[in-house]
């Protein structure tokens, strides 16, 4: 029998799990039943993905930046890869911009469901403040001091500090580089066959996943509010996806534009990334994914790969900064303010900064949104207009956002020689 390509396989867990998810909608104890049986194993099946994560970035990262033959490609990759990634974000927030005041889709929302949203989701609204206040209360230098780990086993622990595990790979990687090769040979073999290992135990996890994605959507379905709420937010989600969209085929115009790569076979690459990041929300549960798929079906070499990705998952957020600026004018418009071009041009610095502080996890998006807000001096409280439908918008914020870095591994592997012509496997 033929095997069913793995976009298809998860795509039709994701379908079956909603039509069970509405189904146990429809009576008493079925959103229990969901809450209690099923949605344990989508639990599980992310939790798998985020266990790997750690090992696989300090497995690659090392291993990557051991097999480079000198530093200054390194410094010549970095540069590149973070001047990309910062682009891309801004291209992404004017996009956000210009969709939001085109469509003003603040304006169709009626003074009754604005005083509703607010008084319904005042409590969640100031969860996030209260989290975002920590943020806002660091210095201005704290992200740098935040990257250097002072203890690795205790920076390993948390799956937050993976900018601080990415800088001890890339330094321990450096190290590599600078000492004799008979020396160095040991280490790197050992974190050779590691990789190897992790890259395994991807394959394995894949095995489940249009089971866990099932398992996702169906509990996801069963706990969102109704969908009246939904529908009056309507405008506000329909500008977002526009713009998202959008941004979508600017990535594809850049892979095709930059690396001559047919933005089909892109898609048919990195699709069942795509699929978990909009089950999870998230771009590091995702990660061991896109970096599978990116090396494997889009022929990006693991040296670039290894760097360029974990990078990206917690600093490129293109569909995240696109997001801040739109729900940050969509509220500015539902309060009745006029939001002058200087504070516009304000936000497209502001969402670009907080997409990059922004965490790779569910609702990470919504917590930084607080400081753009308080930037442009529009009220906070209104981040309970858009709380109730943050989660659809969360799922596909989260697809731009791995897209993003997948198409800027591609553009990066391109610039320093490092894209195979034909990649591992044929696209399945
Ligand atoms: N969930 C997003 C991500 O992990 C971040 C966000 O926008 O909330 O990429």
Redesign the pocket.
């Known amino acids: 029998m033929k095997k069913i390509p793995l976009h298809w396989s998860i795509l039709l867990g994701m379908t079956l799990g909603v039509l069970v998810g509405v189904i146990f909608t429809t009576f008493e104890s079925g959103p229990q039943m969901i809450s209690h049986w099923v949605k344990p194993f989508g639990t599980i099946f992310i939790n798998a993905l985020k266990l790997i994560a750690m090992p696989l970035i300090l497995g690659s990262l090392i291993k990557g930046v051991s097999d480079l033959k000198d530093i200054s490609r390194l410094s010549r990759m970095g540069g590149r890869t973070i001047g990309i990634y910062i682009m891309t974000t801004v291209v992404a927030v004017i996009i956000g911009l210009i969709m939001v005041n085109t469509i003003k889709p603040g304006k169709s929302i009626s003074e009754e469901t604005r005083q509703e949203l607010v008084i319904a989701y005042q409590s969640d609204a100031e969860e996030k403040q209260a989290v975002a206040q920590k943020q806002k209360d660091a210095g201005p230098l704290q992200a740098l001091v935040d990257l250097v780990p002072d203890n690795i086993f205790k920076a390993t622990t948390e799956n937050g500090n993976m900018l601080q595990v990415i800088f001890f790979a890339l330094f321990f990687g450096i190290g590599l580089i600078l000492i004799p090769a008979e020396k160095s040979k040991p280490v790197k073999d050992f974190f050779d066959a590691f990789n190897e290992v992790i890259l395994k135990l991807i394959d394995l996890i894949m095995l489940v996943a249009p089971y866990g994605v099932f398992a996702l959507l169906a509990a996801l379905v069963v706990e969102s509010p109704s969908l009246e709420l939904f529908s009056a937010l309507g405008m506000y989600a329909l500008t977002l996806v526009i713009g998202l969209f959008l941004m979508g085929l600017f990535y594809l115009l850049m892979v095709r534009i930059f690396v001559k790569f047919n933005p089909k076979k892109f898609i048919e690459g990195i699709a069942p990334a795509q699929l978990l990041?909009f089950s999870s929300?998230?771009?590091?549960a995702t990660l061991p994914v896109t970096m599978d798929r990116v090396e494997e079906y889009l022929g990006v070499d693991e040296e670039v790969a290894s760097f360029v990705l974990p990078i990206g998952?917690t600093i490129n957020?293109d569909?995240?900064s696109l997001?801040q600026a739109v729900a940050a004018v969509f509220i500015a418009q539902a309060f009745g303010m006029d939001l002058s071009v200087g504070t516009q041009l304000g936000i497209i610095m502001t969402a670009t900064l907080a997409?990059i502080g922004?965490?790779?996890?569910?609702?990470?998006?919504?917590v930084m949104l607080v400081i753009v807000l308080g930037q442009a001096g529009i009220p906070e409280a209104g981040l309970a207009l858009i709380f109730a439908i943050d989660r659809p918008l969360?799922m596909c914020?989260?697809v731009v956002?791995?897209t993003g870095d997948a198409s800027v591994s591609m553009l990066v592997a391109k610039s320093v020689d490092k894209l195979s012509e034909y990649p591992k496997k044929k696209w399945s």
């Open positions: 990041a929300s998230s771009s590091a998952a957020m569909g995240t997001y997409s922004a965490a790779a996890v569910p609702g990470a998006g919504m969360d914020r989260t956002n791995i």
